[in-house]
């Protein structure tokens, strides 16, 4: 009966572990005969005792012996040394070697890292047991004694180690034993347990090492050299070694082990970070924190988002988080990122096994907070690594797990699939104020590489793929058209701009061509397609992306974007039966149903902003917000009622809102305050200023600067301005503000939030009802808006 691959593996495994095991007996038996005959006899006042791997018993084939002999002051202890060393010299082995007494060896530990990491884990080998307990007394005292300094110290260490090295889970050649994520990164987490600071490695992190050490004995097997960089040559005959099909399948072994030891030390650290930091008068230099040095700081725990809460650098859930709720994952996840602070991982753990996930297709709140997630930007990458560790990104997305921990072989890569996939997203959220549709931006740069984890051209099934995936996140149909448009043709701009001509008029016809599988939106997927291409280009590495190539991209897109300035527009939404029911009401009117509020009132300046300043107040975050004509209205056709005040017509405001955190407020009293703002009896602007002034502001992830835009020809009767930038509370009363601050009426509004992140589109005349066609006064309302949003 044939061995299947994950046997043959195991048992390959399991032969490479036994081999140790014996060399280790092997050796221990050697050394102790070695030692009783260089005593002759007198075995008094002198220990040999491993350090290093064979310590741990894991020394591989080309690994060097590390040995101390121990002594107390014993005067003949130059010629024992001799009788122990030589033999060994003499049969080749690799030996580091010294000779202390208890006070030397505790001398040099303390001032030498790497002897204090080796001493930590000292085993005996023969001799004087007690010299030995001594010797790892003395060691484990002065470490946890000088554990506020030395950790620090060992810290710095294993970052210049890092940047020297680089990161294990991301290269086609690594260093299984120094590079990050690699073997020596555990045998760091057990030095800092054993300061007590913080616990020794889990189960999947010594997994994770048992499987590296595999890696690392069979590589010196295989090439019979004392290497431990796995160089592209060798990982086929490693492979085999190890009982794997081949060295892709070696390679994803490594990464999956390598990126569990990465993100179990980034716990660890930040642990340790937060244990011995200086904690003002109250720290100690070169002490940890403890009941006698100060009293105990206060625990805060201050809101980040609904079911989310800051509690000493992490998210954690908040007592009140509904674990049946199925947005709960994403949502705290987005609000971590958001705020640049990492998740717990004892809440991740709780999330993984106890909350439940969206259903397909996902509720508009899970993909509103995946888009959010998304686009924290880099502070995203480290909350989808937790989450992906839990196992949590292959429930929500399936097709993941074709993409997850899978190489790619091509040196202009810097990273595996899936984690280029997540960088890219990053980098396109530095680009969301280019786009109409930072969403689909987003999301389209999750996935634009989820095809190579399918045979065949990966653009072209990705775009399969995406369609179902799309479906499946619970985009409308015409915009999982767009995210597979996006898909297919996500390397469309930058290979016709490097391998056509771009003067020849076939090479714009090519891609107004492509961008017009969607009609209607032909700019709108040419404007995502060259965001795309920059996040993409700048995700893969310096040699796939530069200013050359940006150029010529650039130079592209303008000129598609010109031969496509005659596209047909997407038609406009008919008011809703409840809109038109409720602006039949000649006074005001106002409807509270879960997160839709809808406002009937005769038309006012101001009456938009006022609205959206009351929800503020009431810790209620837009997400969108549209005005609509009512049948009285004698508004202009092509922009809707607003905010003229004529006088002849009544505004239809529809707003969705969701709390910023924890409960909904209540509906009757929402409402009340929202009667007082349209009968002019509520100070809203009062009442923002004094909660803005009593809220105490972390910053939280970087987000690009904002984007006002006066978007010409888009209307004859009005002025449009386009906004977009990083949602936070009150943005649509502040832009509203500062609009009316330069006399200008909103007759229309689009409002949206996207994720994160808002793209605003008024409509505004001036007081004459007429839209502004002088150039200063425009930069001039420009400089406004952008003022109110910084």
């Given amino acids: 009966m044939p061995i299947t691959e994950a046997g043959g593996a195991q048992a390959a495994r399991d032969a490479l572990a036994a081999a140790r095991a014996a060399r280790a007996a092997d050796l221990d038996r050697r050394l102790a005969s070695l030692l009783a005959a260089a005593c002759d006899a007198d075995g008094v006042g002198v220990a040999l005792v491993a350090v290093g791997s064979h310590a741990r018993r894991e020394l591989t084939p080309g690994g060097d012996l590390d040995l101390v002999l121990l002594h107390r002051g014993r005067p003949d202890i130059a010629g024992i040394a001799d009788r122990v060393w030589y033999p060994l010299w003499d049969s080749g082995t690799r030996l580091d070697h010294s000779v202390r007494t208890v006070h030397e060896a505790r001398t040099v530990a303390r001032g030498d890292m790497k002897a204090a990491l080796g001493l930590l884990s000292a085993r005996r080998i023969a001799g004087d047991h007690t010299l030995v307990d001594e010797l790892r007394a003395a060691v484990l005292a002065d470490w946890r004694a000088d554990a ?24 086609l050649e690594p260093d299984v034993k120094e590079a990050h994520g690699g073997l020596r990164d555990v045998h760091v987490m057990h030095a800092v347990a054993a300061s007590w600071v913080a616990s020794g490695p889990d189960g999947r992190v010594r997994a994770a090492h048992d499987l590296l050490l595999d890696v690392r004995h069979a590589l010196h097997e295989t090439t019979g050299r004392a290497t431990d960089r796995l160089v592209l040559q060798e990982q086929q005959a490693v492979a085999r070694a190890l009982g794997l099909l081949d060295a892709d399948a070696l390679q994803r072994s490594i990464v999956e082990a390598a990126r569990t030891i990465t993100y179990a030390g980034s716990n660890m650290w930040r642990r340790v970070d937060r244990v011995t930091r200086p904690r003002g008068s109250q720290g100690v230099p070169g002490r940890l924190p403890t009941p006698a040095t100060g009293r105990r700081r206060a625990i805060q725990r201050r809101p980040v988002g609904d079911g989310a809460v800051e509690h000493e650098g992490e998210v954690v859930l908040a007592r009140n988080a509904d674990l049946g709720d199925p947005v709960l994952v994403l949502r705290v996840a987005a609000a971590a990122a958001q705020a640049g602070l990492p998740l717990a991982p004892a809440t991740v753990a709780r999330l993984a096994e106890h909350a439940a996930l969206p259903p397909a297709p996902w509720p508009a709140g899970a993909r509103d907070a995946l888009v959010s997630l998304l686009g924290a930007g880099p502070a995203a990458i480290a909350v989808w690594e937790a989450l992906d560790q839990a196992g949590l990104i292959v429930r929500l997305l399936p097709d993941w797990e074709r993409v997850r921990n899978r190489p790619q072989r091509n040196p202009i890569h810097r990273f595996t699939v899936d984690r280029h996939l997540v960088e890219t997203a990053a980098g396109a959220a530095a680009l969301t104020r280019e786009v109409a549709r930072p969403d689909l931006l987003l999301v389209g740069a999750l996935l634009h590489d989820i095809g190579k984890g399918w045979p065949g051209d990966h653009s072209a099934g990705g775009a399969v793929v995406v369609r179902d995936l799309g479906a499946r996140l619970g985009f409308p149909d015409d915009d999982v058209r767009v995210l597979e448009t996006l898909v297919r043709h996500h390397l469309l701009l930058p290979e016709t701009a490097t391998r056509r001509d771009i003067d020849d008029p076939v090479t714009v016809q090519t891609v107004t061509a492509a961008v017009s599988e969607v009609p209607g939106r032909e700019r ?50 008919d008011p809703s039966p409840d809109h038109l029911a409720l602006a039949r009401h000649d006074g005001a009117a106002v409807r509270v149903a879960g997160s839709r509020i809808t406002i009937a009132a005769p038309d006012r300046p101001g009456l938009l902003w006022r609205a959206a300043g009351v929800l503020a107040l009431h810790r209620l975050a837009v997400k969108t917000a549209r005005t609509t ?82 978007v010409d020809d888009a209307s004859r009767t009005a002025t449009v301005i386009e906004v977009r930038a990083h949602d936070r509370p009150g943005l649509l009363w502040r832009v509203g503000q500062a609009l009316g601050a330069c006399g200008l009426q909103v007759r229309a509004a689009q409002v949206d939030t996207l994720g994160a992140e808002a793209v605003d589109v008024f409509y505004v005349v001036d007081g004459a009802g007429r839209p502004l066609d002088d150039p200063a006064a425009l930069a001039a309302v420009r400089e406004e808006v952008l003022a109110a949003l910084r």
Avoid: N
Wanted: proline share 10%; aromatic share 4%; with cysteine.
């Fill in 524 to 573: 709108e997927i040419l404007d995502l397609l060259a965001a795309l291409a920059i996040a993409d280009g700048t995700a893969t590495g310096p040699a796939a992306w530069g200013a050359w190539k940006a150029g010529l991209v650039a130079e592209l897109a303008r000129r598609a974007a010109a031969a496509l300035s005659g596209g047909t527009p997407p038609p406009a939404p």
């Fill in 148 to 171: 506020a300094v030395r950790l620090p110290e060992l810290s710095a260490m294993c970052r210049d180690r890092w940047e020297a090295k680089g990161e294990l889970a991301f290269l």
């Fill in 629 to 710: 004509s009512s049948p009285h209205a004698a508004a202009p056709a092509d922009t809707g009622a607003g905010e003229a005040g004529d006088g002849a017509g009544t505004a239809v405001l529809d707003f969705t809102a969701v709390p910023e955190f924890g409960a909904p407020p209540d509906p009757a009293g929402l409402e009340a305050d929202l009667r007082l703002m349209l009968a002019g009896r509520l100070d809203v602007a009062g009442r923002l200023e004094r909660r803005a002034r009593s809220v105490r502001v972390r910053p939280g992830a970087a987000a690009p600067p904002p984007r006002v835009m006066i």
